[in-house]
């Protein structure tokens, strides 16, 4: 009997790593230059709905954990 290797974990990291990166483009921070408006979407040319395309749009993932920037 011969212990057949595991090419299966190999795929289910690549089948991870492809989800982590559809999760990361499916949460992008949208951030409207015209009006404020600030919003979460998976589009990856999104519009305000002030009809702005004026949109800056970072992936959620690339925010800094320590957020210590209050404003209210
Ligand atoms: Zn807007």
């Known amino acids: 009997m011969t212990s057949p290797k595991r090419p299966d974990e190999e795929r289910v990291l690549q089948i991870w790593q492809n989800k982590i990166r559809i ?3 499916n949460n992008i921070f949208c951030h ?3 009006c404020g408006e600030e919003w979460v ?3 990856r040319h999104p519009t305000c709905g002030c009809g702005s395309r004026d949109i800056e749009a970072i992936a959620c993932w690339q925010f800094p954990r320590a957020n210590a920037h209050n404003s209210s």
């Open 23 to 25: 999760a990361d483009s």
């Open 32 to 34: 409207c230059r015209y």
């Open 41 to 43: 979407t998976s589009e």
